[in-house]
């Protein structure tokens, strides 16, 4: 595990998706760019509800990613259903769309939003752009 911590400015947040790209630099592009995408609204939320610094923390195994965003601003993030004209409160909905798994810690003034993403192998592609065989992480091939 890897993990930075953020003071309560907005400048944090560029400087968060910047450490998760660099922490997760051997995954595929694809999965990389949702997690930095659910790194920015969640260290967001952090900074807007919460008005707290945070802690970004990114675990990388073959298998998966976990990712958490923790805050000191206590309290229970929550799932909305915003309509087409809010400006606001998409996060979770963006984090419950993009993760394969997400879910809230919360213990004393602590709150920990947190998500996985599975590491699936990189695929080629035909030139119809159907999905062929998973390609080796080797350089070896028959």
């Given amino acids: 595990m890897t993990s930075a911590h953020y003071p309560l400015h907005p400048a944090s947040v560029s ?8 922490a997760l630099d051997p995954v595929p592009e ?8 659910v790194t920015s609204e969640l260290a967001t939320n952090a900074i807007t509800h ?12 073959a298998e998966h990613v976990h990712l958490a965003v923790t805050d000191e601003g206590g ?11 809010q400006a606001h409160g998409r ?8 993760a394969d798994r ?11 939003v947190w998500c996985t993403f599975a590491v699936r192998p990189r695929a080629t592609f035909d030139a ?8 080796p992480d080797s350089d070896e091939r028959s």
């Fill in 15 to 22: 400087k968060a998706r910047a450490f998760v790209a660099h």
């Fill in 30 to 37: 694809e999965l990389r760019d949702c997690a930095v995408l």
């Fill in 50 to 61: 919460a008005h707290s610094a945070f802690t970004v923390s990114v675990t990388l195994t």
């Fill in 75 to 85: 309290g229970m993030p929550r799932l909305r259903h915003t309509g087409p004209t």
């Fill in 91 to 98: 996060g979770l909905l963006i984090v419950s769309s993009l």
């Fill in 102 to 112: 997400w879910g809230v810690d919360a213990q004393n003034a602590t709150t920990s």
């Fill in 128 to 135: 119809s752009g159907s999905q062929g065989v998973p390609v």
